[in-house]
């Protein structure tokens, strides 16, 4: 195996920044508890003022499909991914009047979409955000995020994906789930995005 393939293919979907001092720290929706624990350390270390957890549920399930971790911890009675990823967000100390949760987002085009509108809603059009997200899902949110908040500065601080194992930058092609999440990615980047690029681009072009 050719490794500067691989290494292409890591460098393109796990995308990373050092944490900054930013505006607001956005989270895509999800069941995973690891993402708001991460986003609520951050926010403890004074890097953004608010937090935005995002999602309502997966449009392939149609209801919240449960929590996938730590359930001992934060229980499992939730309606949507915002509402089980405030649940953790204030455990791990994060005061509930810096939460600004989005429910309704379905997929990571809606978390994007949906999060630059409750944030408008408030009056916060941020100049530097951070992203939280599972390591592999870094680079389709960096470019829907950049689509929809296209004045904002983004740094992606990625978790890494918890269930049975880690996926990592470092390990994904060494198993079969690695290797299926990591090109699932090249794959809905190749055939989810570009619709949204040209509806924006055109928005943009026809004044809308």
């Known amino acids: 195996m050719n490794m500067q393939i691989i290494d292409d293919i890591t460098n393109f979907i796990f995308v990373q920044n050092d944490p900054e001092p930013a505006d607001v720290i956005l989270i895509p929706g999800g ?4 993402l708001p624990e991460y986003a609520a350390q951050l926010w403890r270390k004074g890097l953004a003022p608010v937090v935005v957890p995002s999602g309502r549920y997966s449009i392939k399930t149609g209801a919240f ?8 911890r934060y229980g499992r009675d939730f309606m949507t991914e915002a509402e089980f990823y405030t649940k953790v967000l204030i455990i791990c100390g994060v005061p509930a009047n810096v939460i600004l949760a989005e429910d309704q987002a379905a997929f990571t085009q809606q978390n994007a979409v949906f999060s630059r509108k409750i944030l408008a ?28 908040f296209p004045d904002t500065q983004f740094l992606i601080a990625p ?4 269930e049975a194992c880690d996926i990592t930058r470092d390990n994904w092609y060494l198993t079969q789930k690695g290797r299926e ?12 995005f570009p619709a949204e690029f ?5 928005s943009e072009k026809d004044g809308k």
């Open 121 to 148: 809603e408030n009056g916060i059009r941020p100049q530097k955000a951070i992203i939280c997200c599972k390591a592999f899902h870094a680079r389709r949110c960096l470019m829907y995020y950049q689509l929809y």
């Open 31 to 34: 069941r995973d508890s690891e």
């Open 198 to 202: 040209e509806n924006v681009l055109f």
């Open 181 to 192: 999440k990591v090109f699932g990615e090249l794959s809905r980047i190749g055939t989810q």
């Open 159 to 162: 978790v890494p994906y918890v």
């Open 65 to 72: 499909a449960g929590v996938r971790s730590h359930a001992e």
